[in-house]
């Protein structure tokens, strides 16, 4: 056994089921039976499009889970063109290579603003709301009062919601509006995150609108009561913190 593969077949165990193992395993034999070798050749059957989209997608899992920086200019460029499948596990292999929050801020804003289609883009928000610096904020929330697609704008919604920043607030509280449920939902969600106690009347209302059921475990009045919840929750927290005068 290669030390390639030794190291490769090392990243199973970071996986949190039983299932993912098993897929992280089928990945791994399919890689190894193609021949990949080596972080070079795994970049090299990640970019040839004459390989199948299973081989490549099994490829950016693996330089995710291998973090290794020679993969990341080659998944920044899946991420902004690529079809659905491959853009969206460049993606997720992204979020552990860009973890600092300041690699790739340019490139996945770009993405953002013009990626060839609109995963590519709701992909780029995906990242920069997980990996993104303060930068970012300015676009998304531009994107988030776009006409792009609800897709494009709920994952905008979403990822100012995992950066927390209350300054976003006024935007999101009037996506609370939007035509989409998507959209809706996803500013909630960013609501709650974010903690800003005058978004409470705005979720109060939605909470009690129409029922609008997006699956079977989401719905845009349920986020809207999960959201109340986590900021009277943020306000219990804050209140009860010992007062602190300055000496």
Known sequence: MTNFETVLRGTISKSA??????????????????GVSSVRSLIDSVQNSKLK???????????GRLKDPHGVPVLLSLLERAGPQLS???AKSLV???????KGTRKLKQALSHGHGSHNRAAAAYVLGLT????????????LGSSDTSEVRSHAAEA???????????????????LSPKVRLA?????????????????????????TQLSKYASVRTEAKK???RIQQRRSVRMSLPNRSRV
């Not at 089921?17 to 193609?34: G, M, N, P, V, W």
């Not at 552990?96 to 300041?102: N, T």
């Not at 995150?193 to 939605?206: C, N, S, T, V």
């Open 227 to 229: 959201a109340i919840k």
């Open 88 to 90: 969206w596990e460049a």
């Open 53 to 63: 989209p299973d081989l490549r997608s099994a490829g950016c899992w693996a330089l």
């Open 17 to 34: 089921t039983k299932a993912q193992q098993r897929e992280a395993t089928a990945d791994i034999e399919l890689l190894l039976r193609e």
């Open 160 to 178: 100012l919601g995992n950066m927390g920043d209350s300054s976003t607030s006024n935007a999101l509280i009037f996506a609370l509006g939007d």
């Open 96 to 102: 552990p290579l860009l973890s600092d929050r300041k």
């Open 132 to 143: 993104g610096n303060q930068s970012s904020i300015g676009l998304l929330v531009e994107v």
């Open 187 to 211: 500013a909630a969600y960013a609501l709650g995150e974010a903690g800003d106690e005058r978004a409470i009347g705005p979720l109060k209302r939605l909470a009690s609108a129409k029922l």
